[in-house]
Nanobody
Framework: QVQLVESGGGLVQAGGSLRLSCAVS???????MGWFRQAPGKAREFVAT????????RYADSVKGRFTISRDNAKNTLYLQMNSLKPEDTAAYYC?????????????????WGQGTQVTVSS
């Protein structure tokens, strides 16, 4: 059983930055992780993913060059550094784990999810 708790969301002006954290507990050794987001009235979408060893990362085109995913396995924590935020980044952000160490942008392979943290970017 894996438990995930996101934090770090909030209200920020366009062009600003936020860093999201995801605290992981339970049996998640060796798992890849990802960030997804869901805006009101829209489907949840992939944001970024990172392998267990951090040697592979992937990003959605909409955030590439602005967001950075990282992890600290010693601290059981996943991060998402978000810079140059835009109003269209407004969403609830979720972290998730998937079995296996390799990355994936496919939502259905992720089997443990956090409750989400809200990010609101004002124009």
């Amino acid at each position: 059983q894996v438990q995930l708790v996101e934090s770090g969301g909030g209200l920020v002006q366009a062009g600003g930055s936020l860093r999201l954290s995801c605290a992981v507990s339970g049996r998640a050794f060796g798992y890849a992780m990802g960030w997804f987001r869901q805006a009101p009235g829209k489907a949840r979408e992939f944001v970024a993913t990172i392998s267990w060893s951090s040697d592979d990362t992937r990003y959605a085109d909409s955030v590439k060059g602005r967001f950075t995913i990282s992890r600290d396995n010693a601290k059981n924590t996943l991060y998402l550094q978000m810079n140059s935020l835009k109003p269209e980044d407004t969403a609830a952000y979720y972290c998730a784990t998937k079995r296996g160490s390799s990355t994936s942008d496919y939502e259905r392979v992720y089997d443990s999810w956090g409750q989400g943290t809200q990010v609101t970017v004002s124009s």
